[in-house]
Structures are given as C-alpha cells and as structure tokens.
C-alpha cells in the first residue's frame, strides 16, 4: 500500500485544515485507517482512527474537532481538522493496517505516508 498526504500548510488558531491520503493498493476497502501527528521532541500519536466497519475513535484532545472519512471511489482518507490550536502542530501521518474479526479490530499500522506538516500558530 502507498500512501501520499497532502493538504498541510500554515494556519492561525482557530482555522481549519484538511489533510488528504491518498492510496494506490487496491485492497483500500480491507484496511483499517488512521492519522497520526507527531510533534517536535514527542512521540508519535494516533488522533483518529477508522476502522473497515466505519466505527471511529479520536484522541481525547481533538475530539469533536476534527472528523476522520474516506471516499471509497477515490480510494482517499481525510481528516477534517477544525477549531486548530497550537498545540496541533505538528507532522501529520496517515497509516493503514489489515482489519480482522468483521472489520471490528485493527492489526499493527504496517502501512505509512511521508507525512504532510501542520503549523498553528496563535
């Protein structure tokens, strides 16, 4: 699988992003999805997950804001970022991982993008 994120770019708090992923493999209705940011000195995080049998989770600290979807015809991955704070910059990362047990549970992320950067700035 292939993955390739666009859409970063420089926003000021309280503005909104949406990031792109793009997937060349054709099994892309097999997989679970998720988006992951890592910030400068931190570890790598997952803020958004979505699994092959559409349910989603977030991370505590973007809950609400942001929404997590996908077009099956275009075999891309989105992440819609609202409300952005400073403290969402950061390198930004989709991932795919099989899915098992009727799409209910995801497998490790085997699958990454090159990342796309996100700056928010107050």
């Known amino acids: 699988v292939h993955l390739v994120e666009s859409g970063g770019g420089s926003v000021q708090a309280g503005g909104s992003l949406r990031l792109s992923c793009a997937a060349s493999?054709?099994?892309?209705?097999?997989?679970?999805w998720g988006w992951y940011r890592q910030a400068p000195g931190e570890e790598r995080e997952r803020v958004a997950e979505?699994?092959?049998?559409?349910?989603?989770t977030y991370a505590d600290s973007v809950l609400g804001r942001f929404t997590i979807s996908k077009d099956t015809t275009e075999r891309t991955l989105y992440l819609q970022m609202n409300s952005l704070k400073p403290e969402d910059t950061g390198t930004y990362y989709c991932?795919?991982?099989?899915?098992?047990?009727?799409?209910?549970?995801?497998?490790?992320?085997?699958?990454w993008g090159q990342g796309t950067q996100v700056t928010v700035s107050s």
């Open positions: 493999e054709s099994t892309y209705n097999n997989n679970c």
């Open positions: 991932a795919a991982a099989p899915a098992y047990g009727l799409g209910r549970f995801c497998s490790a992320y085997n699958y």
């Open positions: 979505l699994k092959k049998n559409e349910d989603t």
